[in-house]
């Protein structure tokens, strides 16, 4: 353990399972653990899993068997978004009653030439919340966070996010809604996650505030890309991890991450590396940037 302890730090890893892990979900896995361990805290694994006809079969097995054939081990037990639906739905019926939040019947293509950004067209109409939508309202606002890495981040809410969901049409809870609620119920007190999800940072910031929930630390590492500017991902055919590439790809994801892997350490197994990680882990070295490309990192 580093100089520096905190046992009230508790970290997690929270995948999707719409494909198997990759090197850039092992970037941010790796990043989310060593900031925990080096300072005693403790992580945990949440599978969010809010999206049937997305997830692939067998990838929950599968991220799972990765993260511990790679040498993670985790705190606590697994938690899946999908057992946690009634928490979602009392939290939703609340800010609807409280007029927090409303129904949205638009379509994608009523949507189309807004650039993402809600323009509130069912803000006041009224509509029930069967067979709709539901977003919540946001204030003519900025929010700002502090991220550990990335530095001072502000958004408008009202000119650049809009209204956003937080029920799908279809009945499936959004992950702006879920993951505020998770990360609170399991008193999470630091977020180490891929930097592509920093814009999603200060609709989350205002939920919490709405909600009389406790704001965590923020460090968004840098998302690891491919030559065409594509993230990694299973959209793009990214190689998954496999047990034989471990031990080389925990140092490669070390060295994405800032961090100087001493040159004893190409025949240690995962463990051993993870254990060196912790010991000199340094937040500071990651680079400060949005995006890395994965050809560098070879």
Known sequence: ????????????????????????????????????????????VRMEDLDPPREMPGAQAAILDALERYGFEWDGELVRQSERHDAYSQVLDRLFSQGLAYACTCSR??????????????????????????????????????????????????????????????????YQLAVVLDDAWQGVTDIVRGADLLDSTPRQLYLQELLGLSTPCYLHVPLIVQPDGHKLGKSYRSPPLTPEQASPLLLRALRALGQTPDVSLSDASPREILNWGIAHWNAGLIPRTLTLAEAQLR
């Open 1 to 44: 353990m580093t100089a520096f302890s905190n046992p009230s730090y508790i970290g997690r890893f929270a995948p999707t399972p719409s494909g198997h892990l990759h090197f850039g979900s092992l970037v941010a896995a790796l990043a989310s653990y060593l900031d925990a361990r080096s300072v005693g805290g403790r992580w945990l």
């Open 109 to 174: 293509k009523q949507l189309e030439g807004y650039n993402g950004i809600y323009p509130g067209l069912c803000r006041n109409a009224g509509h029930s919340m069967e067979n709709a939508a539901i977003r919540l309202r946001v204030p003519e606002l900025e929010y700002s966070v502090e991220d550990r890495v990335q530095g001072s981040f502000r958004q408008h809410l009202g000119r650049e996010a809009g209204d956003f969901v937080i029920r799908r049409r279809d009945g499936l809870y959004a």
